[in-house]
């Protein structure tokens, strides 16, 4: 009976439409006067009750349109991803992070700003065209010195290596790897709805692939 209603639960919240999360950008403003500049100009803006430096807005427009967003100040990204930046992120000093599956580039940008001078992060996307979308993120945030772009198949150990050697002053291994491996999606319903669709063989096609991603990681 518990496990039916934790399953009802998830899927009544999975009906409802979320607010927009954003992260922060601390290395150019702090949660609260990005708050500050939001709320000022009119949006519903509150902190977020768990992710510190995290910001939850209703309303307001476009994101691109909000304060904040040109300057760098934050981008959009849910608390749950930024999280996963701040476990991940290795001590400051010159480490090298290698990432698996990058695109959109929320998790490479949150990273690159978590390292200190000398750091990397090699960002690793099978897509070269959405490599673009990292490359314009990096750029507003002011973190692309500490970003390298990789079109390659995250299976492809050789490939990881080359792309290690030719990034990363010639590192043989990375101080941290974070593998965003394709998945159902299922776990984001309220945002993206079309998952919905996904038949059995498509899904059942990803542990595989899960699975190479990891053993190529390690």
Not at 129 to 143: D, Y
Not at 152 to 163: E, F, G, I
Not at 185 to 208: F, V
Request: proline share 5%; aromatic share 2%; charged share 15%.
């Amino acid at each position: 009976a518990a496990a039916e209603a934790e399953v009802v639960a998830w899927a009544e919240a999975s009906q409802r439409a979320p607010r927009l999360a954003l992260r922060v950008n601390e290395a150019r403003c702090t949660a609260d006067a990005a708050l500050s500049a939001l709320v000022g100009a009119g949006v519903d803006a509150t902190l977020h009750p768990a992710a510190p430096g995290c910001l939850l807005v209703r309303g307001g427009g476009a994101p691109h349109r909000l304060p904040g967003f040109a300057e760098g100040h934050w981008t959009v990204q849910d608390a749950a991803a930024a999280l996963i930046g701040a476990l991940a992120a290795p001590a400051a000093g010159g480490a090298v992070v290698l990432e698996l599956c990058a695109a959109p580039g929320g998790k490479t940008t949150h990273l690159a700003s978590l390292l200190g001078e000398g750091g990397v992060v090699v960002a690793v996307e099978l897509h070269s065209r959405k490599l673009r979308l990292i490359e314009e993120s990096s750029a507003r945030l002011g973190v692309a010195a500490a970003v390298r772009l990789v079109a390659a198949d995250a299976t492809d150990v050789p490939a990881l290596r080359a792309a290690l050697a030719a990034h990363a002053g010639g590192a043989q291994a990375a101080d941290c790897v974070l593998v965003d491996a394709p998945c159902s999606g299922m776990g984001t319903l309220r945002r993206n709805p079309e998952h919905r669709a996904k038949g059995r063989a498509q899904l059942a096609a990803l542990p595989a692939l899960q699975g190479r991603l990891l053993d190529a990681a390690a």
